[in-house]
């Protein structure tokens, strides 16, 4: 397991920057695709390896975030119809992903996988496609001691039916590295409450839940849905929540944590830069009282680390105080024992306020 770090010696002696502080503070990461976390050499690589089905000119645009970005759902697309090819890729991208989030100081992540495109379009087994995942972090967990948890998503565009199968796939090949489900892709026409059956039965099975909701503008009663007909335990997205006053209160009572994403790229797309920080709807949540947890969800196709999500959080006001607190969220929300929950508590916690010592000034 990974070692909690050491206090300093002599706190001033050492002083950090905003950004130095945040990359060295104990993170972790919930809200992740695995193949929106492809380093674009992989990406070039995998590629060849298919005989360049996709150009260098598309995998080019595919790293482009310009100033109005656009959505990367084409891009996880294409790996499952042209690029995974074997098991091998997905331990690679894997693998990969938990180095590049350890180096920022994540100690601990839950990410995503669809399984359906890459039995379906890939034409790898699950049982194989699992596998290899699994293999991937237990390396991880060896080489770097950061801790990584799959959790197998929903493709919402397929059938419900197919949402069932993968998770009676999850069932006849259980891994303790497994540890829930999502869903996601494109919310619009594919409402929350048309995969009740396979939620139902991830949750029968004993799999934690949660899903993409409120996304893409999508509105606030998708939320609901998935909070009282899903029975998530907690949300990713959900910006529409701030739509409807009661149902926000009703979230905040219930404790329920959210997963954002700072750099959602339909916020981007509709708000000005001018307004961005000030109308974003994460705003909007943490002022409320809603507890948010900052995340990544497409590393490498939003451009950013771990440590720029973070980072982004400064802009719509949020201070240092805010994000222990966020530490703290994150650490409830995380599918994992108690009393490993209470260890991490009292170690990141004196990590952070260690840390926040050498911090040149304060927000």
């Not at 995998?46 to 598309?58: F, K, M, P």
């Not at 001691?145 to 565009?157: A, H, K, M, N, Q």
């Not at 007909?229 to 979230?251: E, F, M, S, W």
Request: overall charge negative; glycine content about 6%; hydrophobic content about 40%.
């Amino acid at each position: 397991m990974h070692q909690p770090m050491k206090p300093q010696q002599d706190a001033s002696s050492d002083r950090m920057t905003l950004e130095q502080f945040v990359h060295a503070m104990p993170k972790m990461e919930l809200h992740c695709h695995l193949f929106g976390s492809v380093r674009r050499q992989t990406f070039i690589d995998l590629a060849a390896a298919s005989g360049n089905r996709v150009s260098r000119d598309e995998i080019d645009a595919f790293y482009t975030r310009g100033e109005k970005p656009v959505g990367v759902l084409r891009v996880l697309r294409a790996l499952d119809a042209h690029l995974i090819q074997g098991p091998s890729d997905l331990h690679r991208i894997t693998y990969e992903y938990l180095q590049d989030v350890h180096s920022h100081g994540v100690r601990y992540s839950e990410f995503f996988w669809n399984p359906t495109g890459t039995v379906r379009v890939s034409g790898i087994s699950y049982a194989s496609a699992q596998a290899a995942i699994v293999l991937a972090i237990r390396d991880a967990q060896r080489d770097f001691g950061v801790i990584g948890r799959l959790l197998p998503s929903i493709d919402r565009e397929a059938s419900p039916e197919e949402a069932v199968t993968m998770v009676q796939w999850m069932c006849q090949h259980r891994q303790t590295e497994v540890i829930g489900i999502g869903i996601d892709y494109r919310e619009n026409d594919r409402p929350p409450e048309l995969f009740e059956e396979a939620y139902a039965l991830a949750r029968a099975a004993g799999f934690k839940t949660t899903a993409h909701a409120g996304e893409f503008g999508m509105p606030w009663h998708n939320i609901n849905t998935a909070i009282e007909l899903l029975k998530v335990d907690r949300i990713d997205h959900g910006y529409t929540v701030i739509d409807n006053p009661a149902l926000l209160q009703q979230c905040i009572a219930r404790d329920m944590i959210f997963t954002v994403v700072p750099t959602n790229s339909y916020y981007l797309r509709t708000l000005t830069p001018q307004r961005w920080a000030l109308d974003h709807p994460i705003r909007a949540m943490v002022r409320a009282g809603l507890r948010v947890h900052p995340n990544t969800d497409d590393p490498t196709l939003h451009l950013v680390t771990p440590t720029g999500a973070w980072m982004m959080m400064t802009q719509f006001g949020f201070d240092v105080d805010d994000m222990r607190q966020f530490m703290l969220n994150g650490l409830d929300a995380a599918w994992i024992a108690d009393d490993l929950r209470q260890q991490w508590r009292r170690e990141w916690t004196q990590t952070f306020d260690t840390l926040r010592q050498r911090l040149v000034a304060d927000l």
